[in-house]
């Protein structure tokens, strides 16, 4: 608090209400990226930790900046593969839009929706989930999922994959030279469930496969 200013202090990023601009400090406050894990933090700029703000200004548009990885939203529905696609009100229509966007420590957040395409995460450690009930992803003309990690074994990328069905694809998931998470997916009536290659492991949970041929 400096003579009634309230904004926090961010090494990233501070309002100065005096002269609307953004400056920063030298110090930087505990409060930033500190609320309630469970509260929106959406009206917040950007970059910041995906958390809110604790004080006056948090989850609004003079919240002090954090640092973080950034979250790309899909809407099948509303989205437009133009859009920036940093909220949901500035959607992406495709989730190879939001995977080609994002990079490692990244979050494609997919909104409910049926996905007619396939989807390539090449050489990328990012989480790809749904928000919300689980979107469909259907490929019929080829894989609904293609994972592939780096070209060296000592260095393989991890990316996640939550909460999806896979269904009516050729390849549910074709992973080749990487390990994914892959959690809370219902993979049903695809040729194939999911096929693996050279060195991988994916760490499969609470997951659901049948009427795969």
Same mark, same amino acid.
């Given at each position: 608090?400096?003579?009634?200013?309230?904004?926090?202090?961010?090494?990233?990023?501070?309002?100065?209400?005096?002269?609307?601009?953004?400056?920063?400090?030298?110090?930087?406050?505990?409060?930033?990226?500190?609320?309630n894990?469970?509260?929106?933090?959406?009206?917040e700029p950007?970059?910041?930790?995906?958390?809110?703000?604790?004080?006056?200004?948090?989850?609004?548009?003079?919240?002090?900046?954090?640092?973080?990885?950034?979250?790309?939203?899909?809407?099948?529905?509303?989205?437009?593969?133009?859009?920036?696609?940093?909220?949901?009100?500035?959607?992406?229509?495709t989730?190879?839009?939001?995977?080609?966007?994002?990079?490692?420590?990244?979050?494609?957040?997919?909104?409910?929706?049926?996905?007619?395409?396939?989807?390539?995460?090449?050489?990328?450690?990012?989480?790809?989930?749904?928000?919300?009930?689980?979107?469909?992803?259907?490929?019929?003309?080829?894989?609904?999922?293609?994972?592939?990690?780096?070209?060296?074994?000592?260095? #393989?990328?991890?990316?996640?994959?939550?909460?999806?069905v896979?269904?009516?694809?050729?390849?549910?998931?074709?992973?080749?030279?990487?390990?994914?998470?892959?959690?809370? #997916?219902?993979?049903?009536?695809?040729?194939?469930?999911?096929?693996a290659?050279?060195?991988?492991?994916?760490?499969?949970?609470?997951?659901?496969?049948?009427?795969?041929?």
């Amino acid at each position: 608090n400096k003579g009634g200013d309230y904004h926090l202090q961010s090494i990233y990023g501070r309002y100065n209400p005096l002269t609307g601009t953004w400056v920063n400090d030298n110090r930087h406050s505990p409060c930033v990226d500190a609320g309630n894990p469970g509260d929106n933090y959406d009206r917040e700029p950007l970059p910041n930790g995906r958390r809110i703000n604790m004080g006056a200004y948090g989850n609004t548009s003079q919240a002090s900046k954090g640092i973080g990885y950034l979250v790309y939203h899909v809407d099948g529905v509303n989205g437009n593969d133009l859009n920036g696609g940093l909220s949901r009100d500035d959607s992406l229509r495709t989730i190879q839009a939001g995977v080609e966007k994002a990079v490692n420590g990244d979050t494609v957040l997919v909104w409910p929706s049926i996905y007619k395409e396939g989807v390539e995460i090449l050489h990328k450690s990012i989480t790809v989930q749904s928000a919300g009930d689980a979107a469909i992803v259907q490929n019929p003309d080829g894989n609904a999922f293609t994972i592939v990690g780096a070209v060296d074994a000592s260095n #393989l990328r991890q990316s996640t994959l939550k909460n999806f069905v896979v269904r009516d694809s050729n390849f549910g998931f074709l992973i080749n030279h990487c390990s994914p998470v892959l959690s809370q #997916l219902t993979v049903v009536s695809n040729t194939i469930g999911i096929v693996a290659y050279g060195d991988t492991s994916p760490d499969i949970s609470n997951s659901i496969f049948y009427m795969n041929e």
